[in-house]
């Protein structure tokens, strides 16, 4: 029971440090090239305090840090990223209709800027916003976005929009603490939502949501283009890059992946939340192979040495033996925090190694 008690204990406190802090990213621009927004969330149709237009132009990229950044279109998708630690995508698709459905917003100000001005270069209404999961380096550049693109409606799953507006996790509320600068001092939630499973009609385009529940976060939804074969999982799957199990749901996030599978059997070209999109079975099977084989070696270590920071520290090194991978989150260890998530989970009575 104590042991259990220290492992959720540790876990909250990484957690609470991870999503969405920026402080350990090489690509930040300089603090002062952003201005935090002054935004209010009391009711999703409440008008929104609109930066100063010479505001808004300091915190655009500046033009040598194009070299850092990759904006890409594919056909209808485009996505918008950059290279490094800490990376995360934001997506834009075309609608039949002449406009773009974008697909999360960035982890801080800064990023969130950037990504607007590749959204606005692509010269077409922003006619969506759609949030695939409530960790902040997904969900932080809303109130941006918003006063960017006046009367945009930004859509969710109700329980990723009550995460977002109720701080649930104090995943927002820590980000504010570690990187003040270059996070919003109120958070702007969602405004439209739906249960989880429904069918968008936006612009023309069909957007098929559907929840996936608890894995590597506690609620994410997956969109599917059945026009394309296009499918957005969020980070689902994180493509060949270090995947944050602090969530302590290993287990189920496997299994969301089986579930994807078998709700979307066309889809050709998954998106991840983390790193370059490809073919929907590959990135599958990597994702499995990665927890699986990081399940495996932390059963290993447990059952070898018990629950002890011997057994923790042989897993981190392990793990980072077998996946070279680079950490897209803002946490300073990925691995070691992923550890201790993993042992919270196999500390659970009908998930603990036996010796």
């Known amino acids: 029971m104590k042991r259990t008690a220290v492992a959720t204990a540790r876990l909250r406190l990484a957690i609470l440090i991870c999503f969405g802090i920026s402080l350990v990213m090489p690509n930040i621009l300089s603090a002062q090239q952003v201005v935090p927004l002054l935004v209010s969330h009391k009711e999703p149709g409440h008008e929104l305090a609109m930066l100063q237009k010479k505001e808004l132009v300091a915190a655009l990229p500046a033009q040598d840090s194009r070299s850092r950044h990759a904006s890409v279109s ?51 209404p922003v006619r969506a916003i759609l949030i695939t999961h409530p960790h902040p380096d997904h969900y932080t550049g809303i109130g941006l976005f918003r006063q960017a693109f006046p009367g945009v409606v930004v859509y969710a799953s109700q329980a990723t929009a009550d995460t977002i507006r109720n701080d649930t996790y104090g995943a927002s509320a820590a980000t504010q603490r570690n990187a003040p600068a270059i996070t919003p001092q109120v958070f702007v939630p969602p405004g439209e939502t ?15 949501a ?32 270090h995947g944050p199990i602090l969530e302590a749901a ?34 599958y099977e990597d994702e499995r192979v990665y927890l699986r084989t990081c399940r495996k070696i932390a ?56 010796p």
């Open 74 to 124: 594919q056909g209808i998708v485009g996505v918008w990223t950059y290279a490094g630690t800490g990376t995360v995508n934001t997506y834009w698709v075309a609608t039949p209709g002449g406009g773009i459905v974008v697909i999360d917003v960035q982890r801080d100000l800064v990023h969130a800027a950037e990504a607007v001005a590749a959204v606005r270069a692509v010269g077409k």
């Open 194 to 208: 739906f249960d989880g499973n429904t069918t968008l009609q936006i612009d023309g385009l069909t957007i098929v």
């Open 210 to 241: 559907r929840e996936l529940g608890r894995g590597e976060a506690h609620s994410t939804t997956a969109y599917y283009l059945p026009a394309t074969q296009d499918l957005f999982v969020g980070d689902a799957v994180i493509n060949r890059l």
């Open 250 to 283: 290993s287990g189920s996030w496997l299994g969301i992946l089986d579930r994807l599978e078998t709700m979307f059997p066309d889809a050709r070209t998954v998106h991840p939340g983390h790193g370059a999109a490809g073919p929907a079975s590959t990135l």
């Open 299 to 354: 059963a290993e270590e447990i059952a070898r040495s018990g629950f002890t920071e011997a057994a923790k520290q042989a897993t981190v090194e392990r793990i980072n033996a077998r996946f070279p991978y680079v950490n897209p989150t803002g946490i300073k260890d990925i691995v070691r925090s992923s550890v201790e998530g993993l042992f919270q989970e196999l500390s659970m009575p009908n998930e603990a190694p036996i």
